[in-house]
Nanobody
Framework: QVQLVESGGGVVQPGGSLRLSCAASGSISNINAMGWYRRAPGKQRELVAAITSGGSTNYSDSVKARFTISRATGKNTVYLQMNSLKPEDTAVYYC??????????????WGQGTLVTVSS
């Protein structure tokens, strides 16, 4: 079974920064992509950023130029560096990963979510 463990959420003032981390563990043969989604109060879940095993990245227009997603070389870990945070960034952030398990079975997994609150 593949598991995602998230960390880095918290409370920050507008204009501040946070870095989220997500580590994948378990019977993993290969991870194809990892990313971050978020759900704000009263809104649907939306893609924030994603990165593939080849290094291609994709960002929501609302966070582009402020957030940076990266993967640790040789590690099943993804980071989301969030700068110039705004109150509208307040949401529960969920890590996502998909790939192939050691038993050669495709998987899609989600983390439990970590809360980011941007306020004065």
């Amino acid at each position: 079974q593949v598991q995602l463990v998230e960390s880095g959420g918290g409370v920050v003032q507008p204009g501040g920064s946070l870095r989220l981390s997500c580590a994948a563990s378990g019977s993993i043969s290969n991870i194809n992509a990892m990313g971050w989604y978020r759900r704000a109060p009263g809104k649907q879940r939306e893609l924030v950023a994603a990165i593939t095993s080849g290094g291609s990245t994709n960002y929501s227009d609302s966070v582009k130029a402020r957030f940076t997603i990266s993967r640790a070389t040789g590690k099943n870990t993804v980071y989301l560096q969030m700068n110039s945070l705004k109150p509208e960034d307040t949401a529960v952030y969920y890590c996502y990963a998909d790939g192939v398990a050691t038993i050669y079975k495709y998987f899609e997994v989600w983390g439990q979510g970590t809360l980011v609150t941007v306020s004065s």
